[in-house]
T-cell receptor, first 115, second 112 residues
Framework: DGGITQSPKYLFRKEGQNVTLSCEQNLNHDAMYWYRQDPGQGLRLIYYSQIVNDFQKGDIAEGYSVSREKKESFPLTVTSAQKNPTAFYLC??????????????FGPGTRLTVL | GQQVMQIPQYQHVQEGEDFTTYCNSSTTLSNIQWYKQRPGGHPVFLIQ?????EVKKQKRLTFQFGEAKKNSSLHITATQTTDVGTYFC????????????FGQGTTLQVKP
């Protein structure tokens, strides 16, 4: 059963703590992405990776970090430097981001609440 | 940088009425994609338009790509309660950097 998994669905953390959100895909996709979604707003790109061992900053990378050591995994760390981390985080993957017709498949998301 | 604007932000309709959301880009796009996110869910790919002036239909949904490849629209005929959700357009610029630029989305509410 192919797809993208994110865990956990809900996550609570105390202010000042780093937290890592997991994202795994078994679609054999080269590219992976992290988006942040706030209520009533669209999707804002945090980081993306076009290929394993490589990643680029998106539009709102400050306070976040990622790694891409394996093709199927793209974890996102929300650091204490992120001023307003409470949000819905969506991971996505796509077959080949260098193709103009490439489409993205999204995971179920993780809702992070920082108390 | 490239921006994709989407209007309206919210739309409430009576079941059976039509609905349209519009998407405008500040630059020419190589293609445009549409996604739907149900309440509490995640975005799901609906369709992609590539050619100038292209029109595609999926049952009651009609998607259009402008002649200049800078705007697009999604029209739903005779809405149903199952159409509820947020519809996003997403464009990729001609330079093809690998990034999709998402619009802010239009949230559709349908009153039965």
């Amino acid at each position: 059963d192919g797809g993208i998994t994110q865990s956990p669905k809900y996550l609570f953390r105390k202010e000042g703590q780093n937290v890592t959100l997991s994202c795994e895909q078994n679609l054999n996709h080269d590219a992976m992405y992290w988006y942040r979604q706030d209520p009533g707003q669209g999707l804002r790109l945090i980081y993306y990776s076009q290929i394993v061992n490589d990643f680029q900053k998106g539009d709102i990378a400050e306070g976040y970090s990622v790694s891409r050591e394996k093709k199927e995994s793209f974890p996102l760390t929300v650091t204490s430097a992120q001023k307003n981390p409470t949000a819905f985080y969506l991971c996505a993957s796509s077959e080949n981001s260098r193709q103009s017709t490439d489409t993205q498949y999204f995971g179920p998301g993780t809702r992070l609440t920082v108390l | 940088g490239q921006q994709v604007m989407q209007i309206p932000q919210y739309q409430h309709v009576q079941e059976g009425e039509d609905f349209t959301t519009y998407c405008n880009s500040s630059t020419t796009l190589s293609n445009i994609q549409w996604y739907k996110q149900r309440p509490g869910g995640h975005p799901v790919f609906l369709i992609q338009l590539v050619k100038s002036g292209e029109v595609k239909k999926q049952k009651r949904l009609t998607f259009q790509f402008g002649e200049a490849k800078k705007n697009s629209s999604l029209h739903i005929t005779a809405t149903q309660t199952t159409d509820v959700g947020t519809y996003f357009c997403a464009g990729r610029g001609s330079s093809n950097t690998g990034k999709l630029i998402f619009g802010q989305g239009t949230t559709l509410q349908v009153k039965p």
